[in-house]
């Protein structure tokens, strides 16, 4: 296991996401909170489907970041659209690159930090971003959350940083969907996005919604109880 820390770790701050997808019993397949944004957790929907329709839409371009790719269904999509004339990137963990069943290019962040972001940028128009990669275990065996979101303007953020990261370069400031208004969901990459967390946690007055695998940041921890 690697021990790097993880430089590209997206953080979303979609409390009330979470929040609607909360509850007793199973949650919906997807959650359509409106035209623009799709929502829901991979152990109860077919992401891989629902990705291989997003890659299906393509006519121009699709960019891939993900730590790992091993999903058949995705993979295949990914290289018919290549065949077709789609222009297709991946920016994968140079760890994990062997593992990889994609046939077209591939390229390595060759650092030392993990490339911990997954999201998918479809003809600069729509955007698949969340905590699951593209592997069966992360799409079927765990809970991972994730978002369908159709904006040009995020789309054309995501798009940037992923330039800016297969340049070895960092990502600028956080993607807002309106200057000089707060935005209902922002963006963040590192090392942007610790800051705008302990921001949030210490403006929370009622209720705090959060899910993740572990926690151990100290003033995280201290901000909670």
Same mark, same amino acid.
């Given at each position: 296991m690697s021990t790097r820390p993880a430089a590209g770790r997206w953080l979303l701050l979609f409390l009330l996401v979470t929040a609607g997808l909360s509850g007793c019993g199973r949650p919906p397949v997807r959650h359509y909170l409106s035209p623009e944004l799709e929502a829901g957790l991979t152990r109860y929907s077919d992401l891989p489907a629902r990705l291989v329709e997003l890659v299906d839409s393509a006519r121009e371009e699709v960019l891939v970041a993900t730590y790992e790719a091993q999903l058949p269904s995705v993979l295949t999509a990914?290289?018919?659209?290549?065949?077709?004339?789609v222009s297709v990137r991946m920016l994968q963990d140079d760890a994990t690159l062997g593992d990889t069943g994609? $046939?077209?290019? &591939?390229?390595?962040d060759r650092n030392r930090y !993990?490339?911990?972001?997954?999201?998918?940028?479809?003809?600069?128009r729509t955007v698949w971003i969340g905590s699951a990669n593209l592997t $069966?275990?992360? &799409?079927?065996?765990?809970?991972?959350?994730? !978002?369908i979101?159709?904006?040009s303007g995020l789309a054309d953020y995501l798009a940037g940083a992923f330039q800016l990261m297969l340049d070895g370069r960092v990502p600028g400031r956080p993607f807002q969907d309106a200057a000089g208004r707060r935005p209902d969901c922002r963006v963040y990459l590192n090392p942007w996005c610790r800051a705008a967390l302990l921001e949030e946690l210490t403006a929370a007055r009622r209720h705090i919604f959060f899910s993740l695998?572990?926690?151990t940041d100290p003033e995280v921890i201290r901000l909670l109880g």
């Open positions: 990914l290289d018919q659209a290549r065949r077709r004339g994609f $046939f077209g290019p &591939v390229t390595t !993990l490339m911990h972001a997954k999201f998918m940028v479809v003809d600069r $069966f275990s992360s &799409v079927y065996r765990n809970d991972n959350d994730y !978002l979101i159709r904006s695998y572990a926690l």
